[in-house]
């Protein structure tokens, strides 16, 4: 037995190797490196310092200890921080899955295998970004949450206020869900019926009592950072924000308009299917958890993986026993050589990451010598200049321009609306914009503006002085 748990252990372990395939660097990853360096030098920030448009206004630094992180890491390993930090997070997060489903991984290899070879499927959101650690307290709160669920004598839920004051500090924007699915366990925990399939059983008093503490603990918790009160408040300001929500990719809703989504749509079938056809009676509780996590994962795309996580913990136990074929093991030892090696071959250099909408050395150069004080930059391109300390218009930090000129960097960039009186109000030095962008066509065509430096798609325009 020793031995096919090392086995699964290595087919882990190359799966969060290949998982590294899909890895990129996006540009929100240079701001945080930039927000990490600024904070160890001059302590955590609560107002920008990046931009010149809104320098000075309140910032909610809710990722703070990420980015301290983050560049603490920068700072020892270098360019392998970014892949340490990747590997390492997809690896203690499958660990956390397949410890806390221990006794039955072997009850069904076969849907073992394929069930964690489904965490393939959402690793494209595997970037240098501080949902990784959300995803591994996510695993760990739940494993907690249900296990109290499952043995009214479990104490790991008092771990849950901990949990909730690191998760505030690190990803502050995802720190509500503790004590979202403590509520979660206590409202579907509160019915006793059968309807068809679906059977609802009740709390015992001493399960509602931990999880009606831990709850309340929780929310205290939540509120335990440099902010205060305020994070409690900010993740739902964000899910109001109806601009970000329509304009950040990340954020988008998932539909079946777009072919990418529908990963999502047949992974939700393929749960349901395990529901449907499982011997078991459905769970009332695990099923309205189902329906809580689906729900995240339609409104946006960014909880495509609490879905995966979540329902790591429950579908299991939906699974029927099978026998052990003979050479399953070997199978899956096979299997993981295969995960490493396609990785390798792959020619995915540890050395070089891939980075999205990167300007490259010149670009930095031409713009700094010409000194830019009013810069109209776009969004993707903001997170580098942040690196390079160059004030910009915007960049990734999109909850903190959505109060102030989002909307107007929108227009402006499509030429939409008043675009013509935001150009001449905002009173632009220099505007770094791609060729396919709208306003690049309205700078081309007006005489004001000249175009001082292009590279590809990249085009860099001046203000002319009028004399």
């Known amino acids: 037995m020793k031995k096919n748990k090392i086995i699964f252990i290595f087919f882990l372990v190359s799966l969060a190797i290949f998982s590294l395939s899909f890895f990129r660097i ?6 945080h490196i930039k927000a990490g360096e600024y904070m160890l030098k001059n302590g955590v920030l609560r107002q920008d310092v990046f931009s010149w448009s809104v320098v000075g206004e309140y910032w909610m630094s809710h990722e703070w200890l990420f980015e301290v992180i983050i560049y603490g890491l920068k700072k020892i390993f270098g360019n392998l921080h970014l892949f340490i930090y990747c590997f390492s997070g997809s690896l203690i997060l ?3 899955i397949y410890f806390g489903n221990k006794k039955d991984i072997t009850k069904n290899l076969m849907f073992s295998v394929l069930w964690f070879a489904c965490f393939l499927l959402v690793a494209f959101f595997m970037q240098g970004r501080p949902q990784i650690i959300s995803n591994i307290l996510l695993s760990i709160s739940f494993y907690f949450l249900y296990d109290l669920y499952k043995n009214e004598n479990s104490k790991k839920i008092y771990f849950l206020p ?7 500090n690190v990803h502050g924007g995802s720190s509500n869900l503790p004590y979202l ?15 068809t399939k679906i059977e609802a059983k009740r709390l015992s008093k001493k399960q509602v009592i931990k999880y009606l503490s831990v709850m309340l603990l929780c929310m205290i918790a939540v509120c335990i950072n440099i902010h205060g009160v305020k994070m409690f408040i900010y993740p739902y300001e964000n899910m109001l924000d109806t601009t970000m929500l329509t304009n950040i990719a990340e954020w988008r809703s998932t539909t ?7 990963i999502y749509f047949v992974f939700l079938v393929f749960i349901l299917f395990i529901f449907i056809f499982s011997k078991k009676r459905i769970n009332f509780v695990d099923f ?5 996590v689906a729900y995240l994962g339609l409104k946006s795309i960014r909880f495509w993986f609490y879905t995966y996580i979540i329902m790591s913990y429950i579908l299991f136990d939906y699974v029927s026993k099978r026998e052990e074929d003979k050479g399953s093991y070997e199978g899956i030892f096979i299997l993981s ?7 390798i071959l792959g020619n995915h250099s540890i050395l070089k990451p891939k980075y999205e909408f990167l300007l490259n050395k010149n670009d930095i150069e031409v713009i ?3 000194k830019p004080i009013r810069l109209f930059n776009l969004y993707n391109f903001g997170g580098d200049l942040v690196y390079h300390s160059i004030p910009v218009f915007i960049d990734g930090r999109a909850d903190l321009y959505g109060k102030y000129n989002f909307l107007d960097y929108l227009n402006i960039s499509d030429t939409k609306s008043n675009y013509k009186d935001l150009i001449e109000s905002y009173d632009f030095d220099y505007l770094l914009v791609l060729k396919y962008y709208p306003i690049n066509e309205y700078l081309e065509n007006n005489e004001l503006y000249e175009l001082i430096y292009t590279r590809d798609d990249i085009c860099y325009y001046k203000k002319r002085t009028t004399q």
């Open 26 to 31: 996006d540009p929100d990853y240079l701001w």
């Open 94 to 96: 499958l660990l956390s």
């Open 162 to 168: 901990l949990i909730s004051i690191l998760w505030a």
């Open 181 to 195: 699915l403590c509520l979660i366990f206590l409202i579907a925990g509160s019915f006793k019926f059968k309807y």
């Open 256 to 262: 079946l308009s777009e072919l990418t989504h529908y």
């Open 288 to 292: 309205v958890i189902f329906a809580f």
């Open 337 to 343: 050589s295969m995960f490493i090696v396609l990785f």
């Open 368 to 370: 700094e010598n010409n």
